[in-house]
């Protein structure tokens, strides 16, 4: 089965504002160091409603809010742990 996981990030202008440009990079890169292009379908999507909250992202369905590039790094590896290969 070829289920591939789902990163969505909001891309209104809200969290754009607040670091989301700076966050698709930091996210384009884990997936290409962990070689994930062919397991994550990531794209980007407007308002997710929670303006206050952002930046946000969304990883199969769970939201998560106040992500920056001080804590994208462990909700990557946390969310995507059993597609990441270790030792290689």
Do not use: W
């Amino acid at each position: 089965m070829n289920h591939r996981r789902e990163i969505i990030i909001c891309l209104g202008s809200s969290c754009f504002s607040r670091g989301n440009k700076n966050l698709l990079k930091s996210i384009q890169r884990f997936i290409n160091h962990h070689n994930l292009a062919d397991k994550v379908f990531f794209r980007g999507d407007h308002c997710f409603g929670e303006c206050s909250e952002g930046p946000n992202l969304q990883i199969d369905g769970k939201m998560y809010n106040r992500v920056s590039d001080d804590n994208i790094q462990q909700i990557l590896t946390d969310s995507l742990q059993d597609l990441i290969k270790t030792g290689g």
